[in-house]
């Protein structure tokens, strides 16, 4: 594929000259007459570099200004001497930017404009490696949470504020066809918990009816046949959808639809795309896993993490995951020290209430890819999925000394407590289920038997 160039100048001679020199070594140039086509060069045609020299006509020196008003570190050569050189490196300064007289020689003027193309491919790699990194922390703020409906919300909040959209809608599978026949009826789109279809659609702004029935006249009868299956991006002018897939199910858990998103087309952001679904994906997979472990009876109804039955299963999974992968999990085996006495003193009420205040505690060391058990009366299990004996020594210590530092405050009455837990690997310690519950647990109760309140990892 040819490297896109843009070309502005008014002086015949001199762009024709030019023109004839980069087509001939294999670059593609546009030669755009107007800002909103300059800005296409870039988003559609992958423009990488704008040449252009001092202008005569005021429409250039203004379609360039206003250019790199939207794009300042685009690279570009402005050709030309004196007075608008100057003010181009007044205004222009760093690696992207460059000067040089009209008439340089042919092999100088070839190798400035590849110097200035390989710098701004660099920029360009350098900026989506920093937006991923940036985009990976803040999606694991934004969508720790295991509620689909929730999850649905953040998710259009989330575009929303990355791309600069005039709305973002998220349609579950299957109901772009109920969007289609029904959401012509709604005034507005209300906030999740109050709109009736919050299961089929919801948005991250209110949207009247002239606005539905809008989009519906631009889209209805445009998408192409089986779209709703695809798993790549679907562009109707100015409306995209983007597919969110699975990770484990590999089926699409929904779609993203944009309205007028300004930030679109911004390359480094653009490349930051299938990563993000990938993760929303994950994240939505989880949820369904979740809402499925709930209506299957594999949640502790009290505490609201897994229990006992789902624990097998998992078990069964990571291990073959991991002997796949080469990788490591781990399995935290936690007692709540002298939990009897609060029983047995405050009454099992407050120590249900106690219970449940330690799920809470637990659920915030975890990540999306962890699992939380209540595995039987006072005793838990966390599952650390990628997680060697030495890092989930340090997690083990952070919910050791939180706990040992909260005060459980109970209908009026405040109880202090501490854990006991005993840490086992796969496959360092142990290459079967039975065999890591089991080391777990005794480095568990090698613990409670010496001081309580510590951590042991098996060996």
Not at 135 to 156: P, S
Request: net charge positive; proline share 3%.
């Amino acid at each position: 594929m040819k490297t896109r160039v843009i070309f502005l100048d008014d002086e015949p001679k001199t762009a024709q000259r030019l023109q004839r020199i980069l087509e001939s070594h294999g670059y593609s140039v546009g030669t755009p007459g107007t800002l909103e086509e300059t800005f296409k060069e870039v988003n559609a045609n992958g423009a990488e570099i704008l040449i252009h020299s001092a202008h005569r006509s005021n429409t250039y020196s203004e379609l360039c200004e206003g250019f790199f008003n939207q794009y300042p570190q685009f690279p570009s050569l402005h050709l030309g001497t004196g007075p608008s050189a100057e003010t181009y490196e007044k205004n222009l300064k760093g690696a992207f930017h460059s000067k040089m007289r009209p008439l340089t020689p042919q092999r100088e003027f070839l190798t400035r404009v590849r110097r200035l193309i390989f710098l701004g491919r660099l920029s360009r790699q350098n900026y989506a490696l920093s937006r991923t990194v940036k985009l990976q922390n803040k999606i694991d703020q934004l969508f720790e949470t295991l509620d689909a409906g929730e999850l649905k919300e953040r998710t259009v909040k989330f575009f929303d504020e990355e791309f600069k959209a005039k709305n973002v809608y998220y349609l579950s599978v299957g109901g772009y066809g109920h969007f289609l026949q029904e959401m012509w009826k709604v005034a507005t789109v209300m906030p999740l918990d109050q709109n009736p279809l919050k299961h089929q659609l919801c948005s991250s702004k209110k949207s009247s009816e002239t606005e539905l029935s809008g989009i519906l006249a631009r889209i209805s009868g445009r998408l192409p046949p089986g779209w709703e299956f695809r798993n790549s991006r679907t562009c109707l002018d100015d409306i995209v959808f983007i597919p969110l897939v699975g990770s484990a199910s590999k089926k699409i858990c929904g779609h993203v639809m944009m309205v007028e998103p300004t930030l679109y087309g911004d390359q480094a952001l653009d490349k930051t795309l299938p990563y993000l679904t990938r993760v929303l994906g994950r994240h939505f997979d989880h949820a369904q896993n979740f809402a499925n472990a709930k209506s299957l009876n594999y949640m502790d109804d009290l505490t609201e993490l897994y229990n006992q039955r789902y624990l097998k299963l998992v078990l069964d999974k990571e291990i073959n995951r991991a002997a796949r992968t080469k990788t490591s999990f781990s399995v935290l085996f936690m007692d709540i020290d002298h939990f009897k006495q609060v029983n047995d003193t405050k009454g099992h009420v407050v120590g249900s209430k106690v219970l449940v205040q330690m799920a809470e505690i637990l659920n915030q060391h975890i990540r999306a890819t962890d699992y939380g058990f209540r595995y039987g009366g006072d005793e838990f299990i966390l599952i650390l999925v990628g997680s060697e004996s030495q890092q989930s020594l340090g997690v083990a210590e952070r919910i050791r000394k939180q706990v040992e530092s909260s005060v459980f405050q109970i209908d009026g009455v405040e109880i202090r407590l501490t854990l006991s837990i005993g840490i086992a690997t796969y496959p360092d310690h142990a290459h079967t289920k039975e065999e890591i519950l089991e080391l777990a647990d005794r480095a568990m109760y090698c613990g409670k038997n010496k001081s309580r309140n510590v951590v042991y990892v098996a060996s």
